[in-house]
Antibody, heavy 119, light 107 residues
Framework: EVQLLESEGGLVQPGGSLRLSCAAS????????MSWVRQAPGKGLEWVSA????????YYADSVKGRFTISRDNFKNTLYLQMNSLRAEDTAVYYC????????????WGQGTLVTVSS | AIRMTQSPSSFSASTGDRVTITCRAS??????LAWYQQKPGKAPKLLIY???TLQTGVPSRFSGSGSGTDFTLTISSLQSEDFATYYC?????????FGQGTKVEIK
């Protein structure tokens, strides 16, 4: 059974940093691209970042480029999102998600973790 | 970035109704489109990928169509468990943008 378990988020002050992790199990982690998607309270889904299976290619939304860094450890089966220079508008539930086989969208999602940026 | 526009943003329907949600891309995305269902407090669930292929385990009352810039999600006979918010997403290019969502409410 595929499982994606995000680390606990939390309350961070504006300008602060936080690293999220997502522990994967139930599939060969190193074979799949992974993504982070967020959802601000009461709002829609926003794609944040993605990383290729090997980790050699990374992609970002303009809203987080230069502030967030996605990475992965294929030995630990873990995906990361390092978030720096956090802003109030980064407040959201953050989901990690697994890419499907050969262009199938995001077929498995974690339960989400809430990050609140506030003083 | 490719902009995805869904319509309507919300609507009310009754159990048994046939409902259609539209998604339009600002440029051609071939068939690189997915549909997701999200219920309150839950993670999204993949329903359809490649514009028209049903994800394993998804009921056959769901169907998708379209290619290029115009896509539709159809629920042939709305069930109580289908009241939710639906999102389209293009995965033709990065950033992989979502539509703004369509909330299906009980009439």
């Amino acid at each position: 059974e595929v499982q994606l378990l995000e680390s606990e988020g939390g309350l961070v002050q504006p300008g602060g940093s936080l690293r999220l992790s997502c522990a994967a199990s139930g599939f060969t982690f190193s074979h799949y691209a992974m993504s982070w998607v967020r959802q601000a309270p009461g709002k829609g889904l926003e794609w944040v970042s993605a990383i290729s299976a090997s980790g050699g290619n990374t992609y970002y939304a303009d809203s987080v480029k230069g502030r967030f860094t996605i990475s992965r450890d294929n030995f630990k089966n873990t995906l990361y999102l390092q978030m720096n220079s956090l802003r109030a508008e980064d407040t959201a539930v953050y989901y990690c998600a697994k890419d499907g086989e050969a262009a199938r969208g995001l077929d498995y999602w974690g339960q989400g973790t809430l990050v609140t940026v506030s003083s | 970035a490719i902009r995805m526009t869904q319509s309507p943003s919300s609507f009310s329907a009754s159990t048994g109704d046939r409902v259609t949600i539209t998604c339009r891309a600002s440029q051609g995305i071939s068939s690189y489109l997915a549909w997701y269902q999200q219920k309150p407090g839950k993670a999204p669930k993949l329903l359809i990928y490649a514009a028209s292929t049903l994800q394993t385990g998804v009921p056959s009352r769901f169907s998708g169509s379209g290619s290029g810039t115009d896509f539709t999600l159809t629920i042939s006979s709305l069930q109580s468990e289908d009241f939710a918010t639906y999102y389209c997403q293009q995965y033709y290019s990065y950033p992989r943008t979502f539509g703004q969502g369509t909330k299906v409410e009980i009439k």
